[in-house]
């Protein structure tokens, strides 16, 4: 029954967001205008968003007491280098680990990568490949949103509502440092 609420709160949650949700949610979103403006812009500007990204990312493991907290440039890296949203990997391991915290023991494997019985020698390891996979497995392959990533990675209807979610307060919170940088 307290599934089942869970499912119905996710549901409503993001009903009335419609699909402002995942219309935002190009896969190279987030570390695409990394990539573009180190190559067309002022270094300042391109190492604004990092900061920016790395701050967020940071902000939100610390919040949740999450073990992968010193793992934020590994994230950024991965992001960039694999093209993708950089709050997608975050935002997979909140939900199948609540950031790294419950995880099959010694695996460092917050995503539930193979099962979650995948084991990696270190969190960067974990992040690395995950990246890897979700360019090469899922989004090089079409799957180009949340929702349709979501049908691959897991047999549960409402991961990719969850994993937006998260996502979400991801972006919040980017939008709350813009809002202070552009007013300093």
């Not at 909140?94 to 099962?115: A, C, D, H, Q, V």
């Not at 974990?126 to 349709?148: M, P």
Request: glycine content about 6%; overall charge positive.
């Amino acid at each position: 029954m307290k599934k089942i609420l869970y499912i119905v709160l996710f549901i409503l949650i993001f009903a009335s967001h419609g699909s402002e949700v995942f219309a935002r949610d190009a896969m190279s979103g987030g570390s695409a205008d990394i990539v573009y403006e180190s190559k067309t812009a002022g270094n300042d500007q391109t190492t604004n968003k990092v900061l920016i990204k790395k701050t967020v990312i940071k902000k939100l493991l610390n919040q949740y007491n999450s073990p992968l907290i010193e793992s934020t440039d590994v994230f950024i890296d991965a992001c960039v280098k694999y093209n993708l949203d950089c709050y997608l990997l975050p935002a997979i391991a909140g939900l199948e680990s609540t950031f790294g915290k419950f995880i099959y023991p010694n695996s460092y494997n917050p995503f539930g990568w193979g099962r979650g019985y995948m084991m990696f020698s270190r969190w960067e390891e974990a992040i690395n490949a995950v990246a890897k996979g979700l360019r090469e497995r899922y989004v090089n392959r079409g799957a180009q949103d949340t929702a349709q990533i979501g049908r691959i990675y897991s047999e549960s209807p409402t991961w990719a509502v969850r994993v937006e979610f998260l996502k979400k307060q991801f972006y919040n919170e980017e939008s709350k440092m813009k809002e202070i940088n552009f007013a300093l």
